[in-house]
């Protein structure tokens, strides 16, 4: 506990040092320039060194310590458990099944992404209600939500493994090319889309390299370290947040929490990404 106290001074330390540099809300009105620049910002490179000996003891195990006590020990108003929640593996098994969503799940009769599924299985098991989700799907300075920090169990029992999600059912495919095309789709007040930021190499927006998310050795970068602690603020965020941030960036409207447009975007990416290794929840800045 000691150790985790003072990693947990780092961080804020940290925290102080990168505020500066963090992501700004929407302000910028021109695309990202294509850098002329070396591949990374040196701040990038920076931060890249602090992450690799922040994540040897990282702070998200709390958040998964926590989920892992839900999934594990709470039980449902009609007792109902975390250990009849299919992921796509069998009742109950957790262990490599956050690598293999998105996947259609027949009983849902939905492709469903990890965060989408456990959310499911939160509501029809242990009784959490949809509009309380809804009225806070994301986590803040004051609270992470419970299902983010089951989320962030879920991913954890897949660190290490291969991304590996399925492409057999008609309608995993249809959420590949669903996924595709919302990624080229250009539209909003500045004729964006996900491809003016992150369909080329060496894009950057002021100190953030953006990856090339059509490129397999970077679309891992849409899992890697999500759900991920965000140093600026003290809190978990998962993919699904990173999805809906990013509709601003593009001056979209945001789609609603665990749309299907969202799980097709994800779908698209994480087969993109299919064969690379997850290292598991992170640090994000
Ligand atoms: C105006 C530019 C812009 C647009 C358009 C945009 N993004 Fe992003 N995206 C960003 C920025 C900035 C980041 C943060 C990069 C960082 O944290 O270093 C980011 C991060 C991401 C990440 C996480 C990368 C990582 O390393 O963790 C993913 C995945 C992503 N975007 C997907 C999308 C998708 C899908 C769309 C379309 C719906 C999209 N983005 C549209 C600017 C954009």
Same mark, same amino acid.
């Given at each position: 506990m000691k150790q985790r106290t003072s990693t947990l001074l780092a961080v804020a330390a940290l925290t102080a040092a990168f505020a500066a540099h963090a992501q700004q809300p929407a302000k910028k009105t021109a695309p990202p320039a294509k850098a002329a620049a070396p591949a990374k910002s040196a701040i990038t490179e920076e931060f890249e060194k602090f992450r690799e000996v922040l994540e040897e003891d990282n702070p998200a195990e709390l958040f998964e310590a926590k989920g892992e006590d839900i999934w594990k020990n709470r039980k449902g108003p009609d007792g109902g458990s975390m250990a009849q929640c299919d992921l796509g593996l069998g009742a109950g098994v957790v262990k490599g099944a956050y690598v293999q969503m998105p996947r259609w799940f027949a009983d849902a009769g939905q492709v469903m992404d990890a965060e989408r599924r456990v959310v499911h299985c939160m509501m029809k /098991?242990? %009784? /959490?209600?949809e509009a309380d989700i809804r009225k806070q799907p994301f986590s803040n300075v004051n609270k992470t939500p419970d299902h983010v920090s089951v989320i962030t169990y879920v991913a954890a @029992?897949?660190?290490?493994?291969k991304i590996a999600a399925p492409q057999k059912h008609p309608k995993e495919k249809e959420a590949y090319n669903v996924g595709k095309e919302i990624f080229a789709f250009r539209g909003g007040p500045y004729d964006f889309s996900c491809a003016t930021c992150h %369909?080329?190499? %060496?894009m950057r927006i002021r100190t953030q390299d953006l990856p090339n998310l059509r490129k397999p050795d970077q679309a891992i970068r849409a899992y @890697?370290?999500?759900? %991920? /602690?965000r140093m600026t603020g003290g809190f978990m965020l998962t993919q699904q947040w990173r999805m809906n941030d990013c509709f601003r960036q593009q001056r979209f409207p945001e789609p609603s929490y665990l749309s299907d447009s969202v799980t097709a975007l994800l779908a698209y990416m994480t087969v993109t990404a299919n064969g690379q290794v997850y290292k598991g929840p992170g640090i994000k800045r």
């Open positions: /098991y242990l %009784g /959490y209600k @029992q897949s660190r290490n493994m %369909g080329a190499d %060496g @890697q370290g999500w759900p %991920g /602690y």
